[in-house]
């Protein structure tokens, strides 16, 4: 897992370490120091930790004008142990929402494993996007299996051309017009 760094190619136009509205600003990072683990595996030092033993994110853009941030997530999402998404929505998702960001786009290849709990911070994460949304690209199949059991499917946009999403190939602009159009259709 230690292999498995953050989408870099990026990091020419956006670093969260250098946003002021990022709850990762000023923080420094080694490309050498291995402290953080998913259980027993150690990982790349570029991923960002907020509060879960378990879970990790990595802001790789955010563009305030078009209230649009995209995260990449690394890990188990465990609601039901470690109450991840309340880690996520307070430390994390809630300094952009104040910063005005709506849409949000999650990336969540490297999400191992899902375990549910209640939807609460989910229910009120959505409630606050307002006009906004959150969409899920590229989740493993278990992990959208588990979101559709506990529900989160109804706050989480996921599904179709969503899962199997070739982001890589964009830029962020690039990305947030293709991932826009997806949502306006499905919303709309």
Known sequence: MQEL?????????????EDPNSPFYEREYSEFEFTNRVYNYAIHPQWDEFGSPTLYVKILYADYQKEFAVLELLGEWN?????????????????????????FILIGENVLNFHSSDD?????????????????LNFQEHV???????????YLIFG???????????????????VQKIMSHRLG
């Open 79 to 103: 609601d039901a142990i470690n109450n991840d998404v309340m880690f996520l929505k307070r430390e994390v998702v809630e300094p952009l929402l104040e910063a005005g960001i709506t849409k």
């Open 160 to 178: 179709g051309e969503l899962d199997a999403f070739s982001w890589r190939k964009f830029n962020p602009m690039q990305l947030y017009s293709e």
């Open 120 to 136: 609460s911070y989910y229910e009120e994460w959505f409630q606050e996007v307002e006009e906004g949304w959150i969409a899920a």
């Open 5 to 17: 760094e953050p989408y870099y190619r990026w990091r020419d136009i956006y670093q969260s370490e």
């Open 144 to 154: 959208l299996s588990e979101f559709k059991s506990a529900n989160i499917d109804y």
